[in-house]
């Protein structure tokens, strides 16, 4: 069955940087799209950042220039390096993978940005 596990999320003060892991595994994970979202208390779940497959990349206007998303084939992980954090970065990270027309979810790693 299909698995995402996220970890490295954290308290970090603003302007600090975090690096979140996803591992995968029950499927072929360098066929797939691979994606970060994230949710605050309050608000709807948002995309943050996409690889593909191909290792293209797309990023929520928010977070251009600041995160980044890799992904190691070798070792089922996809990454999201975020720098200059800010408060409002504050929310619970998911890592996702849309599979034969169905999201699959981790559990989520919280993310809190101190000001």
């Known amino acids: 069955q299909v698995q995402l596990v996220e970890s490295g999320g954290g308290l970090v003060q603003a302007g600090g940087s975090l690096r979140l892991s996803c591992v995968a595994s029950?499927?072929?994970?360098?066929?797939?799209?691979m994606r970060w979202y994230r949710q605050a208390p309050g608000k709807e779940r948002e995309l943050v950042a996409a690889?593909?497959?191909?290792?293209?990349?797309n990023y929520a206007d928010s977070v251009k220039d600041r995160f980044t998303i890799s992904r190691d084939n070798a070792r089922n992980t996809v990454y999201l390096q975020m720098n200059s954090l800010k408060p409002d970065d504050t929310a619970v990270y998911y890592c996702?993978?849309?599979?034969?027309?169905?999201?699959?979810w981790g559990q989520g790693t919280q993310v809190t940005v101190s000001s």
């Open positions: 996702n993978v849309q599979r034969l027309g169905f999201p699959y």
């Open positions: 690889i593909t497959s191909g290792g293209s990349t």
């Open positions: 029950g499927f072929t994970f360098s066929g797939y799209a």
